[in-house]
């Protein structure tokens, strides 16, 4: 396989990676203008970009690219480092970019309703792989769904046991009922996923966290759940939640560094900061349910 083949193998099999390429030479150097090298996330690399040390530090700053996400450029210059006079280079000037390589980002979308539909919509429009799963074959069909991936009607505990996230796998719960946000996200809170988010009321999230705990999950693991999901926009429509939900998604895989306007208040704030419409009032939660 060429390097392109090898990337494409690498994100199909929902591995990290980062792409060397030299983009600019001045003067003369040990390979030449385009060479390419991957280094894929367990430390094995295909192709070259001339060897020596300045493939040693290439490999080390695409450790750290395909950790950031983000992607940077290197400029050595052989003439005037004498840690690169190794008989391998003739002196030169070269830049190289460095580019992660990343899997795709699958959303697993449990619900078919409202919510689920514009949610769909919205993160596919974002660059999301969606993946919707509801327990009614009457919901869960790719004429409700045209923009997902895949589509499954399956009993929620059937679909999970059958489901493996990883690293950059986003799960957002927005079912018809407390009872199945609870399993999913039982299972949810276990899984290696980078983001979990469920929909619902405070007293809605309260109670579940609280019964899961009780059957001895631990707290821990509810930290990084993001409920009442979504930022904090004032959405109230299907459409707006979708939005506000996507739009955290985005930020969780761009690692935006600005405080994001989302929840707090179950990890102790001491001002309660709702999320879009799952902030009313408790006695408005039948409302919210019933947009799922």
């Known amino acids: ?8 193998q690498l994100r199909r099999e929902g591995r990290r990676g980062a792409v060397a390429t030299i983009v600019n030479v001045r003067g003369s150097i040990p390979s030449f203008r385009t060479a390419k090298m991957l280094v894929r996330d367990d430390g094995s690399i295909a192709g070259t970009i001339g060897g020596g040390c300045v493939e040693a530090d290439v490999w080390q700053a695409a450790r750290e690219v395909m950790e950031s996400e983000k992607p940077r450029t290197l400029t050595f210059d052989l003439n005037q480092d004498p840690k690169y006079d190794t008989g391998l280079v003739c002196g030169g000037t070269l830049e190289i970019f460095i580019e992660p390589v990343l899997p795709p980002a699958l959303l697993y979308l449990f619900g078919a309703g409202h919510v689920a539909i514009n949610v769909c919509r919205t993160a596919a429009n974002a660059g999301f792989d969606v993946i919707v799963t509801d327990d009614r074959s009457s919901y869960a069909s790719k004429e409700r769904f045209p923009a997902a991936q895949e589509v ?12 493996e996230p990883n690293e950059s796998s986003y799960i957002v719960i927005v079912t018809r009922g407390h009872r199945d946000d609870m399993r999913v996200l039982r299972w949810a809170v276990q899984t290696r996923a980078r983001y979990v988010g469920m929909i619902g009321s405070k007293r809605k999230v309260i109670q579940i966290f609280k019964s899961l705990q009780e059957e001895g999950l631990p707290a821990h693991l509810f930290d990084r759940v993001h409920a009442p999901i979504g930022l904090d926009i004032g959405a109230i429509t299907p459409e707006e939640i979708a939005v506000s939900i996507t739009a955290e998604l985005i930020a969780i895989r761009r690692h935006a560094d600005a405080k994001l306007p989302h929840m707090s208040w179950f990890k102790g704030a001491s001002e309660p900061s709702g ?18």
Not at 1 to 8: F, L, N, P, S, T
Request: glycine residues 0%; charged residues 30%; proline residues 3%.
């Open 1 to 8: 396989m060429d390097i392109y083949e090898q990337i494409v």
């Open 152 to 163: 499954h009607a399956l009993d929620f505990d059937e679909a999970t046991k059958k489901l």
């Open 275 to 292: 999320s879009n419409a799952e902030a009313v009032p408790d006695s408005d939660e039948s409302s919210i349910d019933s947009a799922h």
